[in-house]
């Protein structure tokens, strides 16, 4: 069973940081492009970018491109998302979710960040 | 960016209709468009990818289909667990974009 769980979430001050990760099972990890999603509260999904097999290839939205890094470790069958000079435009649920072609076949269940004062 | 519009953004329906969401491309994407369900506790699955095949174990009252600019996500005997966002994404042309959603409740 495909499984991907993030963690990392929570509230943090704006203009810090913070690091989500996305452990993933059931299926071979490194044979997948890897990707993230946010939903702002109360509006809908956004893309945020992808990351290929190696980590040779990554691909952003580009209003968050110099925000946000996507990394992997294929030891370690997790996903990460950097993100950097948080705002209150950050406030949202963040979902990874697994690329196979057409992308987006599988999703975890989110987690929320909360970037307040 | 390729803006995908959705109509209409809210669906009253009764159990047993049929209905149709529409998803419509700024420019044409080539039939690269898929449809996902979002439950209230956030859950987000795939119906349909490629704009018209059916994901594994999504039942056959959902269909979709489209060309161009103009797809549309139909269900055609809608059963109470139905009721739920829905969206269309398209991969044509990168940034990937989500259509705005539409909410589908109960008459």
């Known amino acids: 069973e495909v499984k991907l769980v993030e963690s990392g979430g929570g509230l943090v001050q704006p203009g810090r940081s913070l690091k989500l990760s996305c452990a993933a099972s059931?299926?071979?990890?490194?044979?997948?492009?890897m990707g993230w999603v946010r939903q702002a509260p109360g509006k809908g999904l956004e893309w945020i970018g992808e990351?290929?097999?190696?980590?040779?290839?990554?691909n952003y939205t580009p209003s968050l491109k110099d925000k946000f890094t996507i990394s992997r470790d294929n030891a370690q069958n997790t996903l990460y998302l950097q993100m950097s000079k948080l705002g209150s435009e950050d406030t949202a649920i963040y979902y990874c979710?697994?690329?196979?072609?057409?992308?987006?076949?599988?999703w975890g269940q989110g987690v929320m960040v909360t970037v307040s004062s | 960016d390729i803006q995908l519009t959705q109509s209409p953004s809210t669906l009253p329906a009764s159990l047993g209709k049929r209905v149709t969401i529409s998803c419509r491309a700024s420019?044409?994407?080539?039939?690269?468009l898929n449809w996902y369900q979002q439950k209230p506790d956030g859950t987000v699955k795939r119906l349909i990818y490629?704009?018209?095949t059916l994901e594994s174990g999504v039942p056959s009252r959902f269909s979709g289909s489209g060309s161009g600019t103009d797809y549309s996500l139909s269900i055609s005997s809608l059963e109470s667990e139905d009721f739920a966002m829905y969206y269309c994404?398209?991969?044509?042309?990168?940034?990937?974009?989500f259509g705005g959603g539409t909410k589908l409740e109960l008459k």
């Open positions: 979710a697994r690329v196979s072609w057409p992308p987006f076949d599988y």
């Open positions: 059931g299926f071979s990890f490194n044979d997948y492009w």
């Open positions: 990351i290929n097999q190696d980590s040779s290839a990554i």
């Open positions: 420019q044409s994407i080539s039939n690269s």
């Open positions: 490629s704009t018209s």
């Open positions: 994404l398209q991969y044509a042309t990168y940034p990937w974009t």
